[in-house]
């Protein structure tokens, strides 16, 4: 057991937190150290602590730790000054989950070290998901209220298309929000099926995922979508650029443009049936590349790897 953190935005640190983490890591000696970066405190103290007791780390980094307004990127600058960028240093092996990442993040375009490539996985259910003939739709998947996922880019790109194309409704699913700011809109709210929410990405005419935020390193919706077998629209930011291929299964947008975002959004609508096409070719190779099984035994190749070289330092030192 560790001491409660004192608490900062989502953060937390207690400085009785090194004493006590040496002394765990000292009773139970693993072999390697396996963490989430984006966890601020309690990664940082174990990353320097298992370095000091040469205990190999894996660190995966799944964003930048940033915000869309100046407050919380000010707060993450100031934090990887100040802890983020030595605990990246402490770390033996650290992995990303695409090259478009490690070139979008500010962070990791600056570390002199090489990185491991492993994306996220999607659930396979999705591949399963039957797209029902109903209205047309946009689909948007998140947190809808959160600044950083640009929910409100998306409303005015909407708006700007539907007297185009006056059928086009725009379906959200996610934790619910004040739904009054966006008449028009249908909120669904949470859906807890993974099975339910396969159908309504493939029955969808396309899924949009507009963020504003550097933090977006991935884009987990968007590779469901192309999984349910529908076009995809992203914002040209952070690691989206990973899963959207122009003209190919979808488009990208510039980052809090609703004028830009209309534009992609209207290309999908005129091109959908090919897309399609394209999605459906491609299904195999996205359900390759997002496979649990396939990433978790790379991740387990990088672990075993970094548990073996640091056994076999270890006996070189002892011989010595």
């Not at 799944?62 to 934090?79: C, E, K, M, N, V």
Request: hydrophobic share 40%.
């Amino acid at each position: 057991m560790i001491s409660p953190p004192f608490r900062f935005l989502s953060a937390g640190f207690n400085p009785l937190w090194p004493g006590q983490v040496a002394n765990i890591l000292r009773k139970l000696k693993p072999g390697v150290i396996f963490a989430h970066f984006t966890v601020p405190g309690i990664t940082d103290v174990v990353a320097r602590q298992a370095k000091r007791l040469d205990i190999p780390v894996c660190l995966v980094y799944h964003s930048d730790i940033t915000g869309p307004d100046f407050f919380r990127r000010s707060a993450g600058y100031l934090y990887y000054r100040t802890a983020g960028l030595r605990t990246l240093e402490c770390s033996d092996r650290i992995i990303v989950c695409s090259q478009e990442y490690k070139k979008a993040s500010l962070w990791l375009s600056c570390l002199e070290k090489p990185l491991d490539f492993i994306p996220c996985g999607v659930d396979p259910v999705m591949a399963e998901a039957r797209r029902e003939p109903s209205f047309p739709y946009l689909f948007f998947a998140g947190k809808a209220g959160a600044a950083g996922k640009g929910f409100d880019v998306l409303y005015k790109a909407w708006l700007n298309i539907i007297c185009d194309f006056p059928e086009l409704e725009l379906l959200a699913a996610g934790k619910a929000i004040r739904a009054h700011k966006y008449p028009g809109v249908r909120f669904l709210g949470q859906v807890n099926s993974r099975r339910e929410l396969g159908h309504l990405y493939a029955s969808a005419s396309a899924t949009i995922l507009p963020s504003t935020s550097t933090s977006e390193s991935f884009g987990m919706v968007l590779a469901e979508s192309l999984a349910a077998g529908t076009p995809v629209v992203g914002s040209d930011i952070g690691g989206i650029r990973a899963v959207v291929q122009e003209g190919v299964n979808g488009y990208l947008a510039s980052p809090g443009d609703a004028h830009s975002l209309a534009e992609a959004i209207q290309k999908v609508l005129g091109s959908e049936e090919k897309l399609r096409q394209n999605v459906r070719k491609y299904r195999g190779k996205y359900l390759e590349i997002y496979n649990w099984d396939r990433i978790t035994d790379r991740v387990e190749e990088v672990l075993y790897i970094l548990k073996r070289d640091a056994s076999c330092a270890c006996k070189k030192s002892e011989h010595e």
